[in-house]
């Protein structure tokens, strides 16, 4: 027997998630598996102030109970997010599943996960007592560990409305449809004046948490794309030794050679 | 298309789209006791104790002392017990089973079991086997002759891994005991009378003293051969001791850890080549058989049989063995042995062609059997062997011999294709003189008053078409409406024993029984009365006798026959292998029905597709099986593969109903071969000598040989 809440709006979700000891649930596409025994839910998927994506000067803002399916038919969503959430499983899936819920479950495999490290997205995280503003990788710690504090919910991710126009994303799963990734890359790219303002790599899937080495990408920015061409093989080299991968359903080789391609075919992809 | 070839909607077409089938998990949990098994949680050790915890009333514990008949499972030989003896022999063996009204409570009783184990040494690893269950020798002309004569000999070595059935519905079985002692068992399962006799032994009792119904049976693909055999027998003891009924249904992590699986192989062939041709082959053939040796006699005959291919081999040795070790005890899967020999006899044609420097198509062509050869086994060829024309249907359907010729070109960026081909048989029925000397099949038809006529048979419907295609039969030669002919599924209370559902024999072999049967039916027809009329099996008169002893003779009456080319694209920075194409064509006979036969020929290419790629189980230095969820064990989905081109080649068997072969396990055999060649041929001609070959493969190859 479920147990749970039904909430209908922020404001009630807010209230029972800090009267009572509960699991927040969106889509359930994940918690359905996991079927924990003897845990509460509060239901999410009806609560309209979580379905909305928005824009404003700065952000594309995607409500955490939007579902894949519902943010593939925007024209808002970012075409590098719509890449990956066109990937996730399958279409019942991304019926169900959510952008909270895929940041919820606390897993670096997760698709869109990926996109808010590359895109440096922010999450407003709610309370009954407020809200805070954190940055994806500050809040994503590791495997199932998030800073979340027991009565707060996600509720939007705040994509960069510009700057995600020049991109690679790859995942590899073990199969085209209903796959967990085994290794995926996405790298954003910008310019402006000839020198290079952005350009960023997360690998996800890889590791406990999505990889991310600004300071690695810091030592390309300002170059121009033949200053950073002269730095590639130093700049692929710094991957290399600092990517200490997790073996999982391939090995940690397969994993780093795959990450290397893939990191030295985004350069490539965008003159460096 | 012939008249009974034309598609009908399936006769359990709308019970099971529409969810009203019931399964063996579907009946009413009411009064029924459910039953949980403690699995051995090493691969070799003694049982030294079992600490059950105090249970509550009506909760059981059930093991070996509880079986009143004999702690042998009857399958080809005895070894595999009910319950574990002193001893369990592999990570999963079943030593006893918890059973009580509460699903909780019991898995709670169960894992509140504290076994005490002596461990032992176990075996592991398929190389450092050393005990053969089985262990065949057979050949033909002078092998050593041969290979003192040769140009040029080679020797390689080819593994293929493990391959789950992965069936929509796990392995689940009930039994009842009925009012005056008899024991009523169901369930899903493929052969109601192999279990029949499994469980009368393992009660001690007569024939009527148990009987076995196959429930609707969600795939089987041979995985419900002989394992609900073990599984009957196991909840035949508890419902026996516990004087209620109980019901024993795996979780899916249960049933793909610790079921039976598609022996992994290691084959080694060596052959000698004079003049440009096959003179002889050398051949050692290993199966890890696992635990117990369950249906391993058999499935590696099969194997052995086609070791050589369809290709004339003038001097052939071959050596077969299924050895035991610590895990799973492997069991039937789709294709039975073949596919491991196939694909090593289709990589090693290969390869000697590559370095002959001829095209492998052309090479394999010129060794081709035709009809009058010799078999592997001496037998004979007696019907047209149709590769050619089937080749050049699938070079028609995908240009092969241009792409293979273009691919062969050396290929840069990120991107390389390749495309390859395979080309094998599938012995129809059972290997030997098994269906005259073992199965002698019994097939009766049973008119009631109202005119509709009732097949008796004990072929179980696994997704197949049996209930459809048998009635197709009789109608047909009863000039009756399809409605007006039915097959239920079979009660060993109420119907023959036509043998189990297994070997791609069910349409070909009882097919013809129950058209026979039909045909006397029809002559002796009297309306408004019931009629009962019965077939027995008869040899074909042109069947040269098989001495499973030498290996000697006609080992099938007839071939299936095949050809298969896949074309794919490698990615050089990922090693996935996108499948650009999938090309089938399948000789089965005259399809008994269009749709049922496709569906068959789809699913399994798909299926050897998955083998042949991402189809990957393993165990650890422990004999752990960790990928036993459909999470880690994959297998494809439409999207894989979205370019599938099935064809149908019909060279007619005049003893089979209409001209109608085995079907049911060819379209799986040959996809490694012809996978892991285009994969070759991408990778800019490599030598690549196992199954699955996966992207982790591929990229280590990309890595080593730095294409």
Redesign the interface.
């Known amino acids: 027997m479920v147990n749970g809440y039904v909430a209908a709006s922020l404001k009630e979700a807010l209230e029972i998630r800090a009267a009572h000891d509960v699991v927040p649930y969106a889509g359930g596409t994940d918690l359905m598996v996991e079927n924990r025994k003897g845990v509460e839910y509060l239901f999410l998927s009806k609560v309209p102030e979580l379905k909305q994506i928005a824009v404003d000067d700065e952000y594309v803002r995607i409500g955490a109970a939007v579902t894949f399916t519902e943010a593939l038919a925007s024209a808002d969503v970012p075409r590098l997010m719509k890449e990956a959430a066109s990937r996730i499983a399958?279409p019942a899936i991304r019926n169900a599943g959510t952008f909270g819920g895929n940041l919820g479950n606390g897993s670096a495999k997760a698709d869109s996960v990926l996109i808010e490290f590359v895109a440096d997205a922010k999450l407003r995280l709610v309370s009954k007592k407020g809200e805070r503003i954190v940055d994806v990788d500050k809040f994503y710690l590791g495997r199932k560990k998030l800073d979340l504090a027991d009565d707060e919910l996600i509720a939007e991710i705040l994509l960069p409305k510009q700057g995600l126009e020049q991109y690679s994303y790859?995942k590899?799963g073990?199969?085209?449809?209903?796959?967990?990734s085994r290794?995926s890359f996405a790298g954003v790219f910008a310019a402006e004046g000839g020198r290079i303002t952005n350009v960023a790599a997360a690998f996800g899937a890889v590791a406990d948490t999505v990889l991310r080495y600004k300071d690695i990408e810091a030592t390309l920015l300002g170059k121009t794309v033949d200053e950073a061409k002269a730095l590639k093989e130093d700049y692929l080299k710094a991957y290399a030794d600092r990517m200490v991968l997790t073996r999982g359903?391939?090995?940690a080789?397969?994993r780093k050679?795959?990450c290397m391609?893939?990191l030295r075919?985004f350069l490539t992809k965008f003159g460096i | 298309m012939e008249k009974i070839s034309q598609s009908v909607v399936k006769k359990d077409h709308a019970t099971k789209v529409s969810g009203r089938s019931v399964y063996v998990a579907d009946y009413p949990s009411e009064g029924v006791l459910c039953g949980k098994m403690l699995h051995a949680k090493v691969a070799r050790a003694k049982v030294l104790s079992v600490e059950v915890p105090e249970l509550p009333e009506g909760y059981f514990y059930v093991d070996a002392s509880d079986v009143p008949g004999d702690n042998n499972v009857n399958i080809v030989l005895d070894d595999t017990p009910v319950y574990c003896r002193e001893t369990v022999e592999y990570i999963g063996e079943p030593i006893a089973m918890l059973c009580g009204p509460d699903e909780k409570v019991v898995e709670q009783l169960r894992d509140a079991c504290k076994v005490e184990y002596e461990e032992l040494e176990p075996v592991i690893d398929l190389r450092t086997a050393t005990e053969a269950f089985f262990d065949y020798r057979f050949g033909h002309g002078d092998v050593d002759k041969a290979f003192a004569e040769a140009d040029k000999v080679y020797d390689e070595e080819f593994e293929t891994g493990y391959q789950e059935q992965a069936y929509l519905e796990t392995q689940g079985m009930m039994a009842e005991p009925e009012e005056g002692g008899r024991m009523f068992v169901h369930g899903s399962v493929q052969c109601a009378y192999y279990v029949h006799g499994a469980v009368m032994r393992a009660l001690g009792c007569g024939p009527t003293g148990v009987h076995i119904l196959q429930d609707v049976t969600g795939g089987g693909f041979g995985g419900k051969e002989a394992f609900p055999s073990i599984l009957g027998c196991q909840v035949a003891v508890a419902a026996h001791k516990c004087q209620k009924p109980v019901r024993c249904v795996f979780d899916r992590r249960e049933d793909m850890e610790y079921t039976s699986k598609r022996h992994p192989s290691l084959c080694r062939y060596k052959v000698a080549v004079k003049d440009g041709r096959v003179t002889a082959m050398d051949i050692d053939v290993i199966f890890n058989a696992g635990a117990y040796s369950t249906l391993s006699a058999v499935v590696l005959q099969r194997g052995i049989i086609a070791a050589p291919g369809i290709y004339n081999v003038p001097n052939l040795r071959v050596h077969g063995s299924a050895m035991k070790t610590n895990t799973s005890p492997c069991g039937a899967y789709r294709g039975f042995g073949a596919p491991q020999t196939f694909f090593a006899v289709e990589m090693m044609m290969d390869h000697i062609a590559r370095d002959l420097g001829v095209d492998s198509l052309a090479f394999k062509e010129a060794h081709l059997v035709k009809q009058g050869d010799p078999t592997s086994t001496c037998g004979k060829y007696h019907f047209p062997v149709p590769i050619p024309a089937m080749i050049d249907e699938v070079d028609r359907a995908c240009d092969y011999r241009k792409k293979r010729a273009l691919y062969a070109k050396p290929q840069t960026g990120?991107y390389r294709r390749g495309i390859g081909m395979s080309m094998y048989f599938h012995g129809a029925g059972f290997t030997g003189s098994g269906e005259r000397d073992l199965i002698k099949a019994v097939a009766k038809l049973r008119k009631y008053k109202d005119g509709t006529v009732e097949i008796l048979a004990s072929n179980g419907e696994i997704g197949q078409g049996v209930r459809t295609t048998f009635p197709k039969i009789v109608a047909n030669e009863l000039n009756l409406p399809l409605d007006k002919v039915y097959y239920d599924h079979p009660d060993t209370a109420r119907v023959p024993d036509s043998g189990p559902t297994v070997a791609s024999r069910s349409l070909m072999v009882v097919g013809e029984l129950l058209r026979r049967a039909a045909i006397k039916l029809r002559e002796q027809w009297v309306d408004g009365e019931e009629q009962e009329v019965e077939e027995h099996f008869k040899e074909p008169d042109f069947m040269i006798p098989f001495y499973i002893d030498k290996f000697e003779g006609d080992a099938y009456p007839t071939y299936a026959w095949a050809v298969n080319a896949i074309e794919v694209e490698i990615d050089?920075?990922?090693?996935?292998g996108k499948i650009l194409g999938a090309y089938g064509s399948f000789d089965v006979g005259t399809p008994i029905d269009y749709n049922v036969v496709m569906g068959q020929m789809e699913g399994g290419f798909l299926q050897g597709i998955g083998y042949a790629s991402?189809e990957k189980m393993d165990y650890d230095a422990k004999g752990r099986i960790r990928?036993n969820s459909f999470?880690?064990y994959?297998i494809?989905?439409t999207?894989?593969v979205p370019n599938m081109q099935c064809m149908l080649h019909v060279e007619k068997y005049p003893d089979g109903p209409y001209g109608a072969k085995g079907a049911g396990e060819l379209p799986l055999v040959g996809a490694p071969g012809a996978y892991v060649e285009a994969v070759e041929q991408a990778l800019g001609g490599v030598t690549l000598n196992h199954a699955p070959f996966t992207?982790?493969d591929t990229?280590?190859v990309i890595?080593k040989e730095a294409i």
């Not at chain 1, 073990?174 to 967990?180: E, H, K, Q, V």
């Not at chain 2, 050089?572 to 996935?576: E, I, P």
């Open positions: 399958a790859e590899v073990g199969r085209n449809a209903l796959a967990i290794v359903r391939v090995s080789e397969y050679t795959v391609n893939l075919d | 990120r050089t920075y990922t090693g996935v991402i990928n999470s880690d994959l494809p989905t999207k894989d992207a982790e990229l280590a890595t």
